[in-house]
Structure formats: structure tokens, C-alpha cells
């Protein structure tokens, strides 16, 4: 027997989930506040995005429906919150850093397990399209800084003032106290991350930010680190994360959350244990902050859990595109 079918056949004992995941065509089951979507066919094509992002999903939506592949609609759909300058936390528009200066991060990763990446990027306003052109046109996976923005203009992209007079006077509200406090619950979003099933089954992810408001200068959350804001193995499924990336980072969240899933967890569980692996821990100062995470499966299961409410997601499945509320840790 091959290693991975013998761990996968190992973990569905050991959980329990057996023989009721063949034999139920569809169901919702409840088992200490996890939510287990058991699905008997595959469900193709999918789109589910961090936060309040209809127009970004069905931009993706859009791109499957006219054959795209997942690669192409999750970009395509980071480009919408890229180019929406009222967001002020993905691409132009995006609160700069303590400086005055928008720098953005951004990752793509397809079904055969590339990965490409930018961080601190100045003037481009679709990184998101920049990072996949690092994947496919060099022999990197991550470019950082005035490389990373030559290379966009070498490969066509334009330079662009990506600080907006609404971010700049937020900017100088800000250094009137210059607190560095991040904010708990942004109730629209922050970074993007989305995940999407082609209908070939193959499954793609992409991550957009321009990270934490006034960060120090050169800052890298965990938004394009691959297996911490995003992870994709076309083989079991993808995570996405949002929220504080130096803890997202420290457990390697979307890495963690792939591997659950192997092993025999629902994307619901898997995101659970996720944001368990941080709030647990002996040090952890949780309820300053917020984690969310998002993922799905080979068979187009999903899941969505957060730290603190008023996280959400939009999942577009079956024709329809709808914005859901994640459940959460810190119930009080």
C-alpha cells in the first residue's frame, strides 16, 4: 500500500470519519462546534475569498465560467480589490506605512505546486499579476523590493502613485499619536486571499495586501510566504489567512491547515485546529488581535474560522455568489 493511502486510510480511523462520508449524499453534521459539509460528488467550479469581495469573486467566477483555468480566475479576481482604491488595505489606496510609503506583498500558486511571490513593492499597483509573472518568466519564486518593481516594468507593468489623498489624510491622522496598535476587527477586509476549482477539479490560490496600516518600513507579514498566507497541493486542497501575519507566520497557518486536511480533517476542522494552534499557546495575546482562515477541498468542501467575529467570506458555488459570517473562537 502507497505511504499516502495508508496515512489517509489511518487518519479516517482514527477521527471517526468513515463510512458516513460514502454513504450520505449530502449533510451538515455537528460535532463540537465543527462544521463537517459531507458532500457525494465533487463540487466544480468554486470560488471562496477572504472577507466582503463580491465583485472580486465574481470576477473569478467570470473567468471559469469562460474556461479559464483556477490560476486565472484567482488572479483575474485580485485584480478587482487591487484596483479598488475605497478597500485602503489591498493594492492602490492601501494605508501606507509609518513613513508615508504603500508597499504591497502578494503570492500565486497553481495546481502543479508553483508558487511565485513580491513583497515590499512600490508603485505597481497589480502585484498579484507581477508575482505570477515571477512564477512563470524566472527561475525565482520571490522578488522583494526596487527588484521586484524593475522587473514588473521590464515586463510591461506601468508605475503608479499608489497613495490616494483618503490613505494619505488617514496617514497623517495617524501621526498626530503614531500608535501602533493593530485593529482587531476590520469589518470590510484587509488582505485578499482566494482559492478556486476549475471544472477539471484543479485547484489554484492567490493572496493580495498591502499589509498592517503604518507597519514599520520594510515590514513583511505573512500575506506571500508560502504555507503561511497561502498553500495549495492539488492533490488534498488550500488555505488561505488573514488577519495579524506575525502569527499567521509563527504556525505557518495555510501549510498546517493542507496537512490536517490530509490527514483525514474537513476544511472546517482544519481551520479550527489552525487558529487553536495560536490562541492556545502559553503566551498568546489573542484577544488583541484577529487570524482568519479559509479553505477548501479536493471535493469542493470549504471552511471559514476566525479568532474574533465579524470575520467573513464570499463563496460562490452552484451559480450562486453569496457572502457568508465565519464562526469564531472568542465567544466570551
Not at 233 to 260: H, P
Not at 319 to 324: A, I, R, S, V, Y
Amino acid at each position: 500500500m502507497k505511504r499516502r493511502k495508508f496515512i489517509q486510510k489511518a487518519s479516517l480511523s482514527t477521527i471517526g470519519v468513515v463510512a458516513a462520508v460514502n454513504a450520505v449524499g449530502c449533510e451538515t453534521k455537528k460535532e463540537e462546534n465543527s462544521t463537517a459539509l459531507v458532500l457525494k460528488d465533487p463540487v466544480r467550479p468554486l470560488v471562496i475569498a477572504t472577507w466582503n469581495t463580491p465583485l472580486a469573486v465574481n470576477a473569478a467566477a467570470e473567468a471559469l465560467a469562460k474556461g479559464g483555468s483556477a490560476l486565472d480566475a484567482v488572479e483575474y479576481g485580485c485584480r478587482v480589490e487591487e484596483a479598488n482604491e475605497k478597500g485602503q488595505s489591498v493594492g492602490k489606496g492601501g494605508l501606507p506605512d509609518r513613513d508615508g510609503n504603500v508597499t504591497l506583498d502578494a503570492c500565486i500558486m497553481d495546481s502543479k505546486g508553483n508558487y511565485g511571490a513580491v513583497v515590499c513593492v512600490e508603485n505597481i499597483m497589480h502585484v498579484i499579476s507581477v508575482a505570477r509573472k515571477v512564477m512563470e518568466e524566472t527561475p525565482h519564486v520571490l522578488l522583494a523590493g526596487k527588484g521586484a518593481e524593475q522587473f514588473a516594468v521590464s515586463q510591461g507593468f506601468e508605475r503608479e502613485n499608489l497613495l490616494t489623498e483618503a490613505s494619505k489624510k488617514a496617514w497623517e491622522k495617524w501621526k498626530v499619536k503614531s500608535e501602533y496598535k493593530p485593529i482587531i476587527n476590520i469589518e470590510n477586509h484587509d488582505t485578499i486571499g482566494m482559492l478556486a476549482i476549475d471544472k477539471d477539479g484543479n485547484i489554484s490560490g492567490a493572496c493580495t495586501t498591502s499589509g498592517l496600516a503604518y507597519k514599520l518600513a520594510g515590514r513583511v507579514g505573512d500575506s506571500a510566504i508560502i504555507g503561511s498566507g497561502l498553500f495549495i497541493d492539488n492533490e488534498v486542497g488550500g488555505a488561505t489567512a488573514t488577519g495579524l501575519g506575525e502569527e499567521v507566520l509563527k504556525t505557518v497557518g495555510s501549510f498546517l491547515i493542507v496537512e490536517l486536511m490530509r490527514q483525514g480533517r474537513t476544511p472546517q476542522q482544519a481551520c479550527e485546529e489552525a487558529i487553536g494552534r495560536i490562541v492556545n499557546k502559553p503566551d498568546s495575546n489573542f484577544k488583541n488581535f484577529q487570524v482568519g482562515y479559509i479553505a477548501v477541498n479536493k471535493q469542493g468542501e470549504y471552511g471559514a474560522y476566525s479568532i474574533h467575529e465579524h470575520f467573513s467570506y464570499n463563496l460562490y458555488k452552484d451559480g450562486e455568489n453569496k457572502n457568508h459570517k465565519s464562526d469564531f473562537y472568542n465567544k466570551k
